[in-house]
């Protein structure tokens, strides 16, 4: 497909972490967005913060993304549609209560493109790493856009709802990733689909925030999980020197969703967005240098030993997106300083 450099973009679950940034840079570039949130309420934030762009920016009700035709009536004059809409939190006892809204929701916006997107061209799907994520078991290994993460499918089938909440997550970003690509493909095939689809995996996400929030205690999962980690200093030592996992900040994350409308050859292809490792101590001697009243933590820790069993590659993101990353550095430095203008530090 060619290029997508103006037009009309649906964003689903707009007022997200992660899409209210993607919502500012799609606006910034000039198209107009038509995001959709759960209540009205949800929307007023998202008027308030984008209404410098006056008719640019609506926002439409979708109360239940499991709906088949949950995002039928919004589709039929956008030229993009770009899926964020899925649950990300660590409270589900029964699998189903992740899965099912992340497959159909996920189902429903190609749905919606596929019979009343008439001028869709491009349907970018935000999916995670969690979708390639396996437990390492021979040392280190680097995972590429070939993985899938079969581990947290099949111990969700065997455990059920005494699977641990995080797979019970990966399963379900496994299985609508998936079950996307298997809807495309089978489509495509019967060359029924005017429009070619993009999947990008990001890791954790971190980074300042824009979406509406009152305290630290309502941030979203991976932001309020930082907060404690690297503000509060609630983790022991130990922990500190080998916790921790891969990263990218939200910005680059969301701007990866505009590179996707914006390079033609990505279309047919998934993404790992990731900007690399870290150690939890990272993000905490970071912290410590901009704000040194901030925890110093573990002092014997070196970041050159550092071992880091699994991480992505993301260079078919750089070669093909062209997209760039944010260090440890400046993802602690925006999120501090945005912490501060909050009056929370």
């Known amino acids: 497909m060619p290029a997508i450099t103006t037009g009309k973009v649906l964003v689903t679950g707009a007022n997200g972490y992660i899409a209210v940034w993607i919502v500012k840079y799609l606006l910034e570039a000039g198209f107009a967005v038509r995001g959709t949130v759960r209540a009205e309420s949800k929307a007023t934030h ?50 189903e209560e992740l899965i099912g809204p992340a497959v159909r929701g996920t189902l429903a916006a190609l749905t919606a493109a596929h019979t009343h997107g008439g001028a869709v061209r491009r349907v970018v799907v935000l999916s995670s790493t969690a979708a390639l994520f396996r437990v390492p ?27 641990d909440a995080v797979t019970k997550y990966r399963a379900s970003k496994t299985l609508a990733e998936r079950a996307a690509w298997d809807w495309y493909e089978e489509r495509k095939g019967a060359g029924g689909v005017g429009w070619d689809l993009v999947v990008l995996n990001p890791p954790f996400v971190y980074g300042p925030v824009l979406h509406e929030v009152d305290k630290p205690e309502h941030l979203n999962e991976s932001v309020r999980d930082w907060w404690y980690n690297i503000v509060e200093g609630k983790l022991d030592d130990a922990t500190r020197a080998n916790g921790g996992a891969m990263f990218v900040d939200v910005r680059d994350i969301a701007r990866a969703h505009v590179l996707a409308l914006l390079k033609p050859e990505a279309g047919g292809h998934r993404f790992i967005i990731s900007a690399g490792p870290y150690k939890w101590q990272d993000f905490v001697s970071a912290a410590h240098r901009w704000l040194n009243k901030l925890p110093v933590g573990n002092t014997s820790y070196d970041p050159s030993k550092a071992q880091h069993i699994l991480q992505y590659d993301n260079s078919k993101g750089i070669k093909i997106l062209g997209i760039t990353y944010r260090s440890i550095d400046e993802v602690t430095k925006d999120s501090l300083d945005d912490f501060k203008a909050r009056g929370w530090l």
């Open 137 to 163: 078991d021979n040392g280190p290994v680097v995972l590429d856009e070939s993985a899938w993460n079969e581990q947290a499918i099949a111990a969700v089938k065997d455990k059920g709802r005494a699977a």
């Open 46 to 95: 998202l008027h308030t913060l984008f209404q410098a762009y006056g008719d640019k920016f609506e926002a439409v009700i979708v109360s239940d993304i499991t709906k088949d035709d949950a995002f039928t009536p919004h589709v039929q004059d956008v030229d993009a549609i770009l899926h964020t809409a899925s649950p990300f939190h660590m409270k589900a006892v029964e699998p």
